[in-house]
C-alpha cells in the first residue's frame, strides 16, 4: 500500500513556473514507476510524464516536452514535476500515482493516486 500526498500548486501568470512535489508514504518506493498526471476541469486525465523507480528512465507527452522535468528523491519517498513556461492551458489538476509497469502512460496502469493539486495559470 502506497499513499501519495501532492503539493506545490498555485496560481501563476503565463510564462511562470512551478515546482510539484509528490511524497510517499508506505514500503519499497523505489520499486515504483511514478507518473503526473492532469485533468482539466470537463476533460479526461491524461499522461505528463513518468519516472522509473531508479530515477534513471524518463518520459514524457508530447505537450510537455521542453517544459517538463520529472525526478525524484528515493531517499526521501518524493518525486517531483518542475513546469516552465506554463500556459493558461496548463490549468489543471495534477495528480501522482504510482504503479508497477514501466510502458504505461494510461491512468487504467496506475495502482495508487494522490488527491491532486490544482495549479491556475493566468493569462
Known amino acids: 500500500q502506497v499513499q501519495l500526498v501532492e503539493s506545490g500548486g498555485g496560481l501563476v501568470q503565463a510564462g511562470g513556473s512551478l515546482r510539484l512535489s509528490c511524497a510517499a508514504s508506505g514500503r519499497a518506493f523505489g520499486s515504483y514507476v511514478m507518473g503526473w498526471f492532469l485533468q482539466a476541469p470537463g476533460k479526461e486525465r491524461e499522461f505528463v510524464a513518468r519516472?522509473?523507480?531508479?530515477?534513471?528512465?524518463?518520459y514524457y507527452a508530447d505537450s510537455v516536452k521542453g517544459r517538463a522535468t520529472i525526478s525524484r528523491d528515493n531517499a526521501k519517498n518524493t518525486v517531483y514535476l518542475q513546469m516552465n513556461s506554463l500556459q493558461p492551458e496548463d490549468t489543471a489538476v495534477y495528480y501522482c500515482?504510482?504503479?508497477?509497469?514501466?510502458?504505461?502512460?494510461?491512468?487504467?496502469?496506475?495502482?495508487?493516486w494522490g488527491q491532486g493539486t490544482q495549479v491556475t495559470v493566468s493569462s
Open positions: 500515482a504510482a504503479g508497477r509497469n514501466w510502458r504505461v502512460t494510461t491512468p487504467q496502469g496506475y495502482e495508487y
Open positions: 519516472i522509473s523507480g531508479d530515477g534513471r528512465s524518463t
